[in-house]
């Protein structure tokens, strides 16, 4: 029986069940075949020596009335053949013709153990009587002419019943002892197939274990070995691939900390010039009527640009916050209502038709009222840039958090953009080679949410256009 075919009998059993009851059966098999053997060619034996045994005393008690006299033979004389042959333990019958003497029910006796006696030969066949195996013998006596003194048979026909219950008691002995040998091996395969499941269960478990703990991050987890068989080669192996993975994260982890580095250190040493290249542009902008068209459209393109850079500066220096942990939450009480107001004012989003709101008043949290805002400017900013108004922005409150929906008119997000859209510069459309965002909004914003202990999800709109939702708690400080 193949792995495939032993695993579809046993759909979803352990390892430990399956390598026990495989000994189990095995053992089973093996018994049944040996003993059921044994048992049968013991039994054969038995029945054949008991029978060989019948026959030949048989002879020796036919010995005593042979040969027949030449003369037909009397009841009387049926008789005293049937007291010769016949003991206390068994039972005869003498047939010669229409005569017969004995005390053996013919109806016992076949018509194929007929035939062969009437052929002169000795014939026997086990019957049932009451449910009791017995052995029936039959054969002819012998018949001596008085001139040729030449033998042959003479037509009476002689059958014994003979008892078999020493036999009997010989193979019910054999039976018990093919059941308790049985019994035995399938205990002792049992006992053999924990000690093999312990064994080779043993350093399974082991090394589960040390994958998990390998897979929840410690990369110092090893296998002690044992032994040199086929499991402690798979040891040898996973302790091979855990130093080998914890050389590659750490040269991964090294290398992400010197890219965080040197994104900080960039964009801290761009703030100083961009600040001051947003000074010019600024004073610039304010005298672009008095330049020349050409001049005009150049200012303010790179007043533009400048402002561009320098958002994605901050966003640059806002993740690095995020990924060195040093990110932290400036707690206020505040009347949530109010402070998305102000965002969407600051930013000329309220009064233009693109953006509607429903904001109860009388929500109040405590959370980071920086952190809500940028939460907020950046899931509107983009509904405006990637959907299409109106853009729709609804707070309410639930189960002790407040609740941010912001949904647009747009085609809504592709099925393979929703698991990356919260991802670092991730693009939908390939083909854009840049965009006014950063590509850090979104990103930012989730960060955002998570460290106030909530959640940013995205989604499609059955009617159409995406949906953004943030869940925070209403006091961000209960749970740190």
């Not at 914890?246 to 040197?262: I, K």
Request: proline share 4%; no cysteine.
């Amino acid at each position: 029986m193949t792995t495939k075919a032993i695993r579809r009998l046993w759909p979803g059993w352990g390892l430990r069940t399956r390598l026990l009851l495989a000994f189990v059966l095995l053992s089973v098999v093996t018994t049944i075949a040996v003993a059921g053997v044994g048992y049968r060619t013991s039994r054969n034996t038995i029945l054949k020596n008991s029978q060989d045994n019948a026959v030949l005393e048989l002879s020796s008690r036919l010995q005593l009335v042979y040969p027949v006299p030449t003369s037909t033979p009397s009841q009387a004389g049926l008789q005293n053949v049937a007291g010769e042959i016949a003991d206390h333990d068994s039972s005869a019958l003498v047939t010669a013709g229409n005569l017969s003497a004995g005390d053996l029910d013919p109806s016992l006796i076949s018509q194929e153990l007929r035939d062969y006696v009437a052929r002169g030969t000795f014939a026997w066949q086990r019957v049932d009587v009451g449910g009791e195996t017995r052995l029936l013998i039959g054969t002819q006596l012998l018949l001596t002419t008085e001139r040729s003194h030449v033998t042959r048979p003479s037509g009476i026909e002689v059958f014994v019943l003979q008892p078999l219950t020493a036999e009997s008691e010989s193979i019910a002995e054999l039976a018990r002892s093919a059941w308790l040998t049985g019994a035995g091996g399938v205990v002792l395969a049992l006992l053999l197939a924990l000690a093999a499941a312990r064994s080779v269960l043993g350093p399974v478990r082991e090394l589960r274990r040390a994958a998990v703990r390998l897979g929840e991050g410690d990369l110092d987890t090893r296998l002690t070995i044992h032994g040199t068989d086929e499991l402690a080669e798979v040891g040898k192996t996973f302790n091979a691939t855990a130093e080998s993975l914890r050389h590659h994260v750490g040269e991964l982890e090294r290398m992400e900390s010197d890219a965080r580095r040197f994104v900080a250190d960039v964009s801290h040493e761009l703030r100083t010039p961009l600040a001051a290249m947003t000074a010019v542009t600024d004073v610039l902008e304010s005298e672009v009527a008095g330049l020349p068209e050409i001049a005009g459209r150049a200012v303010r393109l790179v007043s533009q640009e400048t402002h561009n850079l320098t958002r994605l500066v901050n966003d640059l220096i806002e993740v690095t916050r995020f990924d060195s942990g040093s990110a932290s939450l400036a707690l206020d009480e505040v009347d949530v209502a109010e402070a998305v107001g102000a965002t969407l004012r600051a930013r000329g989003w309220l009064g233009v038709g693109e953006v509607t709101t429903d904001l109860p008043p009388g929500v109040r949290a405590r959370l980071d009222p920086r952190r809500l805002d940028v939460i907020v400017a950046n899931l509107v900013g983009n509904a405006l840039r990637h959907g299409a108004p109106p853009v729709r922005l609804r707070l309410s409150t639930a189960a002790g958090s407040l609740m941010i929906e912001v949904t647009d008119e747009g085609p809504g997000l592709k099925e393979e953009v929703l698991p990356h859209v919260f991802d670092r510069f991730y693009k939908a459309d390939t083909a854009r080679s840049r965009s006014e965002g950063s590509g850090l909004g979104l990103a930012i914003a989730w960060e955002n949410a998570r460290l106030h202990g909530g959640t940013l999800t995205a989604a499609n709109r059955p009617q159409g256009g995406a949906i953004f939702t943030v869940r925070l708690p209403l006091d961000a400080g209960s749970g740190s």
